[in-house]
């Protein structure tokens, strides 16, 4: 009977640690650790419950430009907008105070996005790539 419930306690610790895998610990500048879900992990979890409609998921858009002055970053959308080489993209004014961020773009994948930023770098030098939430139905595909 020890023996089974040794077997099962083993059983059990292999599942947590699997399951854990799916989070992150963080550790704290007072040694204290706690666990924190990956973002990507809840993302597939999602997916795979057929939550998808506008769902946002962990991605990535580039940022063309950022600035305290909503007026210029509206002002940069616009010319980005009237240039037409990225109308197929989805061009996205962000408020994330105290800056307005202009993202271009809804990727899943870096690899994706890295060869729209190596386009839109020539023309845009101060373009990065970010790690962002992007919706499912905007994303380039």
Same mark, same amino acid.
């Given at each position: ?38 973002? %990507? ?38 010319? =980005? ?26 990727? %899943? ?29 905007? =994303?380039?595909?």
């Amino acid at each position: 009977m020890a023996e089974l419930k040794c077997r099962v306690l083993f059983v059990l610790s292999v599942c947590l640690a699997f399951f854990a895998q799916a989070q992150t610990q963080v550790q704290n500048a007072n040694g204290n650790i706690r666990m924190q879900e990956s973002a %990507l992990a809840a993302d597939v979890l999602r997916l795979q419950a057929g939550i998808v409609d506008d769902e946002k998921f962990m991605g990535y858009a580039i940022q063309v430009g950022s600035s305290a002055s909503k007026a210029e970053m509206e002002g940069l959308k616009l010319a =980005i907008e009237s240039d037409g080489r990225f109308s197929d993209l989805v061009i996205d004014l962000v408020s994330e105070v105290p800056n307005y961020k202009l993202r271009v773009g809804a990727f %899943l994948d870096k690899f994706s996005a890295n060869k729209y930023l190596q386009s839109i770098i020539a023309s845009y030098p101060d373009a990065i790539l970010v790690n962002t939430r992007v919706k499912l139905s905007e =994303i380039k595909r």
